[in-house]
């Protein structure tokens, strides 16, 4: 299918990871592009990988400023945008007694200050009927040890999938979240953990899975896709889990 043919389509934190995989999906549908990440090196191998019509631009999602810059220079490119998928983010997990403010702040940061004021500053750049899809976490609906700092955060950000739709639906914009559960990324080489307890938080992460294994990224892009896409166009302020089961059975 092409549903994305003439569309132009923005997803942060898309130089790896699940965005990665939502940003290849959406140009084998006809998409123009535009990526996010603050890592150059990660940022380069996307532009390889998507090809010369995509837009690859270095950005830091936890900075207001930065996501004003972002949306200065596509309206600088006349960019507007048909769908926006608020991916970038990040997971630091800590046992309630070793948290610190650092730690909170750079998630909420991240995952929740950067997200708002990035929709807030793209607003004028995106197309009636565009679709916002957020990336959040099974994380908010579950119990986990450890995870609190960083489920709060996906909390809040289901909360703004609400919020903002019903503010934003008489702008013609729909604003939805995929939770997706255990994925394969490298995210899971990023939280906070050595070597040993990431792979016994692994071992034991899997085996609450009911299918068994951990997503891909690609089957978590075609829920993305499917909320980005007109045919999606009655599902507004929702939440769509994906995670093999793990918080359904």
């Known amino acids: 299918m092409n549903r994305f043919t003439n569309k132009t389509v923005l997803v942060t934190g898309g130089n790896s990871g699940i965005g990665l995989g939502a940003a290849k999906a959406f140009a084998a549908e006809g998409a123009r592009v535009v990526i996010t990440g603050r890592d150059a090196v990660t940022l380069e191998q996307a532009r390889q990988m998507l090809g010369p019509q995509a837009l690859v631009l270095r950005n830091d999602a936890g900075s207001v400023a930065a996501a004003r810059q972002l949306a200065g220079e596509?309206?600088?490119?006349?960019?507007?945008?048909?769908?926006?998928?608020?991916?970038?983010?990040?997971?630091?997990?800590?046992?309630?007694?070793?948290?610190?403010?650092?730690?909170?702040?750079q998630t909420f940061?991240?995952?929740?200050?950067?997200?708002?004021?990035?929709?807030?500053?793209?607003?004028?750049?995106?197309?009636?009927?565009?679709?916002?899809?957020?990336?959040?976490?099974?994380?908010?609906?579950?119990?986990?040890?450890?995870?609190?700092?960083?489920?709060?955060?996906?909390?809040?950000?289901?909360?703004?999938?609400?919020?903002?739709s019903a503010e934003l639906l008489p702008l013609g914009i729909r604003v939805n979240v995929v939770s997706p559960g255990p994925i394969s990324t490298p995210i899971y080489g990023k939280l906070g953990m050595d070597a040993a307890?990431?792979?016994?938080?692994?071992?034991?992460?899997?085996?609450?899975?009911?299918?068994?294994?951990?997503?891909?990224?690609?089957?978590?892009?075609?829920?993305?896709?499917h909320l980005s896409a007109p045919e999606s166009a009655f599902i507004v302020g929702t939440e769509i889990i994906v995670d093999g089961g793990m918080s359904q059975l």
């Not at 997971?91 to 650092?102: I, S």
């Not at 009636?128 to 709060?152: D, E, F, K, Q």
């Open 74 to 105: 596509l309206a600088q490119r006349q960019i507007k945008l048909d769908a926006l998928f608020i991916n970038a983010g990040i997971a630091k997990f800590a046992p309630l007694a070793d948290v610190d403010e650092a730690l909170w702040d």
């Open 109 to 164: 940061d991240i995952n929740v200050k950067g997200a708002y004021f990035q929709i807030q500053a793209l607003l004028p750049q995106l197309n009636t009927g565009a679709s916002i899809v957020l990336n959040g976490s099974i994380n908010a609906r579950i119990g986990m040890a450890s995870s609190s700092v960083y489920a709060a955060s996906k909390a809040a950000l289901i909360s703004l999938a609400k919020t903002l």
């Open 197 to 225: 307890t990431l792979e016994t938080t692994a071992a034991q992460i899997q085996s609450q899975i009911p299918l068994g294994r951990f997503g891909t990224a690609e089957e978590l892009a075609a829920t993305v896709l």
